[in-house]
């Protein structure tokens, strides 16, 4: 085998298999590396289809236990969590795949291994047999994170649980905290409360999804304490503690009042770190931030040239779609074209029920600023097809600028708000105006006629509510 690569990209999960296959679209000698042996990073193999498999069929779940309350009865519904599993695990094993199919189609090499620098143009390939050397003119850093714990606790993924540990615990908990209520944490809760776990969480802010637009969370918060999720916010974790009947967690909350909770599990949902270790960057001097990411200069090259880094590994929001987005605009500007990554217009998504959406700027990121802004609002309420599904939680907001219209940022909480979201992204993307969107013929009766809605709002003409 030929071992010299033009480029060489270090991680095979969603910024670098979609950076190595723009990268032999465009005619250059690729190799990917990725140490798990099977592609597809975190997202697809322990983090995003995984979660989202088990979302979709806890909701399928707790809807056939409740179908008797709109006129179909049924007989007893049970729960086989082993099947379900199964269905999560035949679901990431058939993407695993297609995605290594996508490198053999667009003609990569795929090291099945751990790549470590021994000299800026040279990378070691530990594989299960053997070590492997090869040479590459240009690298791509992209061996995303991993989950951050506690400050001394050990997650065994039993008892103390990461993300990973979540996705695969053989039987339902009958009490489940977790400490930390971000993304992560309350789709995991939203799943194993629906399967029939008491759900506590414990967050250190005085609200839930921090970085999201306050209005949505404390909406969503309302939400989840419906379905039976508790809330302990402005809350300190002092210690979490192994028993004989399970986990004991000792709390303290913002006025000093310290608390005991037990449960069978606790999952540790407090945020990711950059996976970086192994790679030997202190022996070509690449330079990290106090964060422990990697510095890039706008075209992601670190401070040694020819290496460049993307994904969770530096600066930005740890998210999929942001690191194939940086994949495709490092593979262009190797080749030297124009890539280009648009981070005002980066969505983000929680596929709980209802799902939570957003993009662009805030009410509170506004207000720092002394922006002058405007606020449209539509709630599923007055929605017409979410009347006829009984599914009316929430509401659309769009925020523009209160001078030129052109929208700044929009927050939806409601059923299909992660797909409804690519329309706004789309029409900030293209600089659109509020009054585009609502001059913009949405089709009858659909839960996106309550953006159209929103738009409208922005200068108080409502037709629906």
Not at 33 to 57: A, D, H, M, Q, V
Not at 151 to 167: M, N, R, V
Not at 326 to 353: D, F, K, M, R, W
């Amino acid at each position: 085998m030929d071992n010299k690569f033009q480029v060489t990209v270090i991680g095979g999960g969603p910024a670098g298999y979609v950076c190595a296959i723009r990268l032999s679209q465009l005619g250059l000698k690729t190799a990917c590396i990725e140490s798990r042996g099977t592609l597809g990073g975190t997202c697809l193999n322990i983090g995003c289809i995984p979660s989202k498999s088990l979302l979709n069929l806890s909701e399928e779940f707790y809807k056939a236990k409740n179908l008797s309350k709109l006129g179909i009865d049924t007989g007893e519904v049970k729960l086989n969590l082993e099947k379900m599993m199964k269905n999560k695990n035949k679901s990431v094993d058939v993407l695993t795949k297609g995605v290594e199919f996508l490198l053999k189609k667009n003609k990569i090499t795929y090291f099945k291994g751990t790549g470590s620098f021994k000299s800026k143009n040279q990378i070691s390939v530990k594989t299960k047999d053997s070590n492997i050397l090869i040479e590459s003119e240009k690298t791509i850093i992209c061996t995303g994170s991993e989950p951050v714990s506690l400050p001394g606790l050990k997650i065994d993924e039993k008892q103390i649980l990461s993300s990973t540990g979540a996705l695969s615990i053989s039987s339902v908990p009958k009490k489940m905290l977790i400490v930390g209520a971000g993304y992560i944490g309350l789709e995991m809760g939203s799943v194993w409360s629906r399967l029939g776990s008491e759900v506590h969480v414990v967050e250190f802010l005085d609200h839930i999804l921090p970085g999201m637009d306050k209005e949505i969370s404390q909406e969503f918060m309302k939400i989840l304490n419906k379905q039976g999720i508790s809330f302990h916010l402005n809350t300190k974790v002092n210690s979490i503690n192994k028993t004989k009947s399970g986990i004991l967690t000792n709390t303290t909350n913002d006025k000093g009042k310290d608390s005991k909770i037990e449960s069978d599990v606790v999952l540790i949902s407090v945020g990711r770190k950059p996976y970086t270790k192994d790679l030997n960057l202190d022996k070509i001097g690449v330079q990290l931030d106090k964060k422990g990411k990697i510095k890039v200069n706008k075209n992601y090259e670190t401070n040694i040239k020819n290496i460049f880094a993307i994904g969770d590994v530096i600066e930005g929001p740890m998210l999929a779609h942001k690191a194939e987005e940086e994949g495709i605009a490092v593979a262009e500007l190797i080749a030297g074209q124009s890539g280009h990554v648009n981070y005002e217009v980066i969505p983000g998504v929680v596929y709980t029920s209802p799902e939570v959406a957003c993009v662009g700027k805030t009410e509170e990121q506004l207000k720092e600023i002394n922006y002058s802004y405007k606020v449209g609002k539509f709630p599923f309420m007055a929605n017409s097809r979410a009347k006829a599904i009984n599914v009316t939680e929430g509401f659309v907001k769009i925020l523009t600028d209160s001078k030129t219209d052109r929208v700044l940022g929009a927050h939806i909480i409601g059923q299909h708000a992660g797909e409804m979201i690519a329309e706004i992204s789309l029409a900030m993307e293209f600089g659109a105006s509020s009054e585009d969107i609502a001059r913009t013929c949405h089709a009858h009766p659909t839960f996106s006629e309550a953006i159209k809605e929103a738009a409208l709002s922005v200068d108080k003409r409502t037709i629906h509510s």
